[in-house]
């Protein structure tokens, strides 16, 4: 059964950074375009950052470009997002989404993990 396991998250402050990470089990990893979204309280659940497919290419919120920063570590089935300079609009519960061969026909969630930008 496919599993996806975030944790990293918590409590920051404006300005300060986390690195949020994904374990992921029972799915062809290295087949599956793997993405971070978000979602905050009475809003639409939105993508943040991305892999295609095996990891060929990247794509990013343009509410995050040049502050994240999404990679992965294959030989641990985990990927990671590095935040930076985080906002106080960055505030939501960030999800971990496994979407195999990025065909949009077998896709996994995570549980979530929180994070919260306040002072």
């Known amino acids: 059964q496919v599993q996806l396991v975030e944790s990293g998250g918590g409590l920051v402050q404006p300005g300060g950074s986390l690195r949020l990470s994904c374990a992921a089990s029972g799915l062809a990893f290295s087949s599956s375009a793997m993405s971070w979204y978000r979602q905050a309280p009475g809003k639409e659940r939105e993508l943040v950052a991305g892999f295609t497919t095996a990891g060929r290419r990247t794509n990013y919120a343009d509410s995050v470009k040049g502050r994240f920063t999404i990679s992965r570590d294959n030989a641990k089935n985990t990927i990671f997002l590095q935040m930076n300079n985080l906002k106080p609009e960055d505030t939501a519960v960030y999800y971990c989404?496994?979407?195999?061969?990025?065909?949009?026909?077998?896709?996994?969630w995570g549980q979530g993990t929180q994070v919260t930008v306040s002072s």
């Open positions: 989404n496994a979407d195999l061969w990025g065909a949009r026909k077998y896709v996994y």
